[in-house]
């Protein structure tokens, strides 16, 4: 397999520390926070991306201020993007926009992954999530102190009911110890612009400081007329002193996302009765929608290119808009105790509410709307749900315009708290712990009129509208989740490590319908179920050792078991809450297992000085992975396009195992303190291992490779800095990914460049200005197209897929006070 090269200029990427090093903390803890992102930010300038030394797992770390180098205003995950092993995609340069997020670690997706801000949980990362938030709406960007990514598995004391492939943690930066203040300004590509805004106190009153900070972003969508926007503040307040440390951390998030609407490819065979179908060659690269012009809106859905874009397979009609409305509040306080020099106690308290919609307005004439409506509207005549009497009908009913606004309304309140316990005895630091959640979620599908005259906007709000026409279901579910787990990490000599241990986890979860749909009317339903899950797993060992070979090698091994509790939401694809009559959930209870996972990974570590001419460096990292993933949950959708807005109940259930094989590996070259090249290669094979059956059909799984999954990674990054000017262009080759699930479709591989020029501007130290600094980013150098996230639903036959974000350009001027 060849490679594209993939370049790059930027403070350099280093792949490990130095493996002589002092002893770091132990697995379970964060590294430190970077100061912050601002300009003057203490963080090592060529320290890009961090292995950690120390650990029996694969675990790489991105530092804040980097991070703000690939794209001021970046999403976290957005970030970790060129680590081994990563695919993260989204139809946005800054990552935000939840609806078309692809993530893959090792075969597995984001919602098999666990997720932690400063150790507050924050969910599975599901699109319209019921038990979190997303690390973008938990923290600003430019607060981010560090990300760590652990490929393989997570730490046992993580709080999660998802992470089983590993697990994602960010931390947020502290206070600065000096009073300042920082403001960057960010300008670019399709009228966007970014303002972020922070105060720092300094150190006050024996070891306290805090600071605020602020944000307001606008940028315009690539491709039609929407605009992604919202406000965030954080604040973070800390007291250190030598009986311990106080953290107090509140995060506000405002945000409307427009969204993109995914292209749908249908290509089947011939068969007895139907000719062959394949439109790849009409299919939309993309599918703007039509706001703000309401009437050509209405034209458009009385139009015959309309009627035959509906008819057509795939359905690539645009709507009038569609968006994501989030408003979050998450706030903790934590006490790190310092009991004695050989024993901390650390316990955290956190809360987090939301609110939120997704709304999408369009045609009531799209496939299966006219017989929805039909049930709540019925025909006085009897006629046919689709014939122009009765669309004229519906039309009059809601609002005269020939459209409808659905919604999904949601709310999430949670609290919770973390208790772990550390202490040294001789040669063991043993750590035992605890999590507790209650979880409170409701969720109500609602459909609303689209008057003749008011088209709405995609910025107001629900509670803005007339009341609903239709309220087609609500739910309400409350969520128990308890997680406690032990720990021995055993220093057999200075040079050996061997770290053993369990979690064990219980989740109670209930759920009540106080709106049912009428039966019949949600595709595949009779009934929402009505009733009480628990699932619990008491035992999920860890083992793992850590050699320190020579000082400068090191050998790490561990091998782990989690699972994934199931979701717990009527609105989640994969939850038995979202089953479609009360005899499936109560079989569902009886006879179907959460997903589990064995994770055996083993690596070698190296950092080296050299004399060889140029080369002065290397640090890097192989490591080999196998996973045995079993129980695996399948969601059979209820309609033949993926992404129907009529929607409908999943069937849910368990269809065998997977067995996964992989390596990554990774390193930096130095040339000097000036210059150096990081590479990382990742190959995953991820095979399913069983066939299974949907209703009395044999689908053909066995041996096929998990779509949407790559085959072959390479991340390349050249960095470059000389005096005041640093520069860096970034290269990203993303292999093949098969589109079903028997694999009959595929998406060709593709490589993407970003570009990144820097200089800090020297200031006068006299002045009220400290810092300065000018940077130019250009993200998706080359313009390339390419079919990006894709949506992948169906054994055979058909998935969808969001476009590339084109070639955009973004400035920003940072100032430091």
Do not use: C
């Amino acid at each position: 397999m060849r490679f594209p090269l993939a370049l790059a200029l930027s403070a350099s990427f280093v792949f490990g520390l130095p493996i002589g090093a002092a002893q770091a903390e132990d697995a379970a803890a964060p590294a430190p926070a970077a100061t912050d992102a601002s300009p003057d930010s203490t963080a090592p300038a060529n320290q890009m991306i961090v292995v950690t030394s120390r650990r029996t797992r694969s675990v790489a770390e991105v530092a804040g201020s980097e991070i703000q180098k690939i794209l001021p205003g970046i999403s976290p995950l957005k970030a970790i993007q060129t680590l081994p092993g990563v695919t993260y995609l989204t139809a946005d340069p800054w990552g935000n926009n939840e609806q078309n997020i692809s993530l893959f670690v090792h075969g597995f997706n984001a919602q098999q992954l666990g997720y932690t801000l400063d150790g507050v949980p924050l969910g599975d990362q599901t699109y319209g999530n019921f038990n979190g938030l997303s690390p973008q709406r938990a923290i600003i960007s430019e607060n981010v102190g560090s990300v760590t990514l652990a490929s393989g598995a997570g730490d046992l004391g993580t709080a999660s009911t998802s992470n089983l492939g590993g697990t994602i943690d960010t931390f947020s930066s502290d206070p600065k110890k000096q009073f300042g203040a920082t403001l960057n300004q960010t300008f670019g590509s399709y009228s966007a612009f970014r303002t972020y805004a922070r105060v720092d106190s300094g150190e006050f009153g024996n070891g306290n400081s805090f600071y605020v900070s602020g944000v307001r972003q606008d940028a315009k969508a690539w491709d039609y007329n929407g605009h992604q926007k919202g406000t965030q503040a954080n604040g973070k307040f800390v007291h250190e002193d030598g009986t311990g440390k106080l953290t107090a951390y509140f995060a506000y998030s405002d945000k409307i996302e427009p969204n993109e609407d995914a292209t749908s490819i249908v290509v089947r065979p011939a068969t007895a009765t139907t000719a062959a179908v394949d439109n790849r060659g009409t299919a939309p690269y993309t599918r703007p929608f039509l706001y703000p012009d309401f009437d050509a809106a209405k034209a458009y859905y009385q139009s015959a290119e309309y009627a035959a874009v509906n008819a057509a397979p795939g359905a690539n009609y645009r709507n009038f808009y569609s968006d994501a409305q989030r408003t979050d509040y998450l706030a903790y306080l934590k006490y790190d105790w310092h009991v004695s020099d050989k024993i901390t106690w650390s316990n955290q308290a956190y809360w987090h509410h939301n609110d939120g919609a997704g709304v999408v307005s369009g045609p009531i004439t799209a496939a299966g709307l006219p017989g929805l409506f039909s049930f709540y509207y019925p025909d006085p005549a009897g006629g046919s749900a689709t014939s122009a009497a009765n669309l004229a009908r519906l039309s009059g009913i809601f609002g005269g315009s020939g459209l409808a606004a659905r919604t999904t309304e949601y709310r999430i309140n949670r609290e919770g708290v973390i208790s772990t316990l550390k202490a040294t005895l001789g040669n063991h630091e043993i750590e035992l712990g605890g999590w507790y959640e209650h979880l409170r979620h409701s969720g109500y599908r609602r459909w609303y009129a689209v008057p003749a005259d008011d088209g709405h906007s995609p910025y107001e709000r629900p509670e803005d509208y007339e009341d609903p026409l239709i309220t087609q279901y609500g739910t309400q579910v409350n969520v128990d989740e308890y997680q406690t787990h032990i720990q021995d990490k055993w220093h057999i000599r200075p040079n050996l490590t061997l770290q053993a241990g369990f979690k064990s986890t219980f989740q109670d979860a209930s759920q009540q319908v106080p709106v049912q749909p009428i039966p019949g009317s949600f595709t595949g339903s009779r009934e929402l179920p009505v009733g009480r899950i628990v699932t619990k797993k008491p035992f999920l060992p860890q083992v793992g050792g850590l050699w320190d070979i020579n000082g400068h090698e090191q050998i790490f091994a561990n091998i782990q078991k989690n699972v994934r509790q199931f979701q717990t939401s009527a609105t989640a694809g994969l939850s038995p809450f979202a089953l479609g009559s009360q005899t499936l959930f109560d079989f569902f209870k009886q006879n179907t297992k959460p997903e589990t996972s064995w994770t055996y990974e083993a690596g070698l570590r190296t950092a080296r000085h050299f004399d060889l001419g140029p080369i002065t460096g290397f640090e890097g990292q192989i490591s080999y992975y196998h996973v045995d993933f079993s129980n695996r949950l399948l969601a059979i959708s209820p309609t033949t396009t993926i992404t129907a807005i009529v929607s409908g109940a999943t069937i849910l259930q368990n269809v065998g195992s997977v067995k996964t094989d992989g390596v990554d590996f990774a390193g930096t070259l130095h040339f000097g303190p000036h210059f150096s090249i990081y590479d990382a290669v990742s190959y995953n094979n991820s095979r399913f291992e069983d066939n299974y059956l949907s209703g009395t059909t044999l689908v053909p799984t066995k041996g096929k490779k998990v779509p949407g999954s790559p085959d072959w990674l390479n991340k390349t990054v050249i960095s470059a800095n000389y005096g005041m000017f640093d520069a860096q262009l970034v290269g990203d080759y993303l292999g093949r990914r098969y589109a079903t699930f028997t694999n009959d479709l595929s998406v060709k591989p593709y490589f993407t460049m970003s570009a990144q020029l820097g200089v800090n501007i020297p200031m006068s130290g006299n002045g009220r200005l400290k810092t300065m600094r000018v940077s130019l980013n250009v993200t998706n150098l080359t313009n390339k197209k390419a079919e990006s996230t894709l949506s992948i639903g169906a054994a055979s036959g058909t998935y969808n897929f969001f476009p590339l974000a084109p070639r955009q350009w973004f400035g920003t001027l940072s100032f430091g006070f």
